[in-house]
């Protein structure tokens, strides 16, 4: 008799604890505040084409953190420092997970590349070749010489229009001048030439589009025909192949071309090369992979350079003075070194400044791994968690005047691009934060020195440089919407 009491004692109090304490007094769990919603849809009509603006709008009004539904998807929605830091920051584990759609497994070999994979021991795996052979320090230093070679294709480009004084598609170039390098450190050459490159290019563009479409049928199943009847799972299967057929070329270049030489000679060896010779990952699992450098790599580069360039025509006053200090430290030498790009801290600071007020990707998307309560809300396992960055960046409680362009903030400041400090997290945080910071770094600031140290800017037909327009494409990294057309004046030219 004794022992069914403490039993049935001990089993209330397991009930109690489980399923009393994580509701509040209404019997409820306690959600983060949520804006009304509409029954199927959820919160679906209040977001736009550039979610991001969407969320900021909504978070106005019902504060940082908020509960909304997509469809019958709950979506955490994070939008300050302070909360990013409580739910991120002291809980990473918990969010680690990626989410994933039924097309974007079928563009990323379901599951077997590391953006999108879950964490886990196949992940630490990927992780840890990708930043041992591709994306370290060493490794990025060791191959300096590409990004040398490519900044100054893409100066030659830039100078052939400065004779005519005819507009440079700065947008265009950035694209390929980024999609060159990243290829030539992972596949070993350039792959955007001829009418293949000019296939693969399309094909990659229409992979960002397809990634950043919201399918409905993801959060209502019974609407998932729209996708089927608009063509866009057709677009899905195509691309794939595209890109499919593009990424077996490139391993079959490699396992030819080491049959070929024979030699074993690590120094002839890259990153494909590397990864082909590991057993534990399948041929889908290294396609996965090089298809996550082109996706995770161009786009955010090429990003980062065209909203840099748009900042500053925009603001001549900080061109001036960045202008100043790369031609103080360069004077008329033509090829700038590393040692210059490290005394360089205005460039740093305008770098910064552009990846807070534009971070390419915008939105960090998590999944919750378990249930969990943070700051007394009750999370569930497996909710979407989205954390708006780019409005963190703007947010006034961590920003003085945060809508105006003001590299001088950075000057001094401890903020690096480690995402410690959640205010300023472009590069995302903990243990999915981007493996690509240095690479990206050392691409864009060798290319913004050398624009400014080369060129003068203006805009065509006399348009007045305060009037170019800073409008967004929604996409997986944030654009222009408009290409960055301006007249390149070479600075030799100029002084004649
Ligand atoms: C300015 C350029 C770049 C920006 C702003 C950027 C930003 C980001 C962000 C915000 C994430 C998600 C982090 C998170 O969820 O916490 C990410 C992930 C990632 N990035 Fe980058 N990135 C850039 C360049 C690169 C480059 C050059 C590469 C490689 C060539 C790269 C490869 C990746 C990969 C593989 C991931 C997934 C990591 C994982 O899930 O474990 N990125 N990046």
New binding site residues.
Partial sequence: MLILLIFITLLLSWMIKKYVFKFNHHGHKNNPPSPPKLPVIGNLHQLSALTHRALQTLGAKHGPVMLLHFGSKPVLVIQSADAAAQF?KEHDLVFSD?PHTSSTRRLLYDLK?????P?GEY?RK??SI?VLQ??SNKRVQSYKFIREEETALLLEEIKSCCLSETAVDLSQQFDLH?NNV?CR??FGRRFGEGENGRRFTMALRELFRLMATMEIGEFVPWLSWISRVNGFYGRVEKVREELDEFLEMVVEEHLSRGLESGDGNKNNENFVDILLKDSSIDRDGIKG?LL???????D??S??LEWAMTELIRNPTFKMKLQAEVREIVQDRQVITDDDLGKMQYLKAVIKET?RLH???SL???VTREDITVMGYDISANTLVL?N?WAIGRDPASWDQPEMFHPERFLNSSLDFK?VDFKF?????????????T???A??ELVLANLVHKFEWKLPMGAKCEDLDVLEQPGV?LHRKNALLVVPIHREHNML
């Fill in positions: 991120l990626k590349d590391m953006i999108i994979t964490y992940w990927l992780k990708c591709l994306l980024s990243i450190a992972s992979i996550d450098m082109l996706a995770g790599g161009t955010t580069t990003s980062t990846l971070a390419p990707v960090l998307g998590r954390v960055i995402g997290a472009p590069f995302g945080h903990g243990r999915r934060g981007c493996p690509g910071t690479l990206a770094i691409s864009v990294s």
